[in-house]
């Protein structure tokens, strides 16, 4: 049922879906008159959330709840950061590059504009310029906002070059130390009460290299490839391939 859904949709029918992320759990914050910091975390895996909420829940007074949603296919960075940004649409223009309602989302400023379409009291920035900002600068990023977007990249950063591939799991610790330490910052120094933790993606992991008898090549799809990565390939909707998993994007990408 879940391949039939995926070849139709796009998706699996009845399971909460990521692109949804912001109106399900952002928006009814916002609408108490409540202040919502959004972390993510590039290719923090379910298994690594897991940890960081037993962690959070040992360390913190608050309320640690760990829930899941299924990701938007390819399982990439570019479409799962658009996904999480509030939209009605998605789509893919002729670069590949990913449109929340008509805009471009690759980078900060792009998806900070995209939050502010919806709210226009929100800020987006990254994790690393958080950690070295004095406090009251800090207090001025979150001044007047109501929504704030922080993108972290330990894990990804690590786990996406061949040199450092093998070192994720290293990754995966520090990112937990981080993103614990993180929202120490948010409650202790910004006020923060309602912190919501999510990712883009996860990321697969092999112990052992991949014989060559595990490896397809591109030529066993007939049809135009538009963009092919380790894991997937964007193809026309007319191409085929025999040992692939068929994935429709029209429902999902206009």
Known sequence: AAEADWATLGYIAGIERQRDFYQQYVAPLVKKNSRVFVIISDALRYEAAAELRRYLSRNTNGEVKLEAMQGTFPTITKFGMAALLPQNTLEINDQLDILADGMTTRSLTEREKVLCATNPHSAATMYNDLLTMKSAKRRELISGKEVIYIYHNTIDAMGDKAATEPKVFEGCRDAIKELAALVRIITNDMNGTNILLTADHGFLYTRSPLAEG???????????????GRRYL?????ATADFLLPVNLTKEFG
């Open 214 to 228: 595990d490896k397809v090549e591109r030529r066993i799809l007939s049809g135009e490839i538009y963009e092919s």
């Open 234 to 238: 964007l193809t026309a909707p007319e």
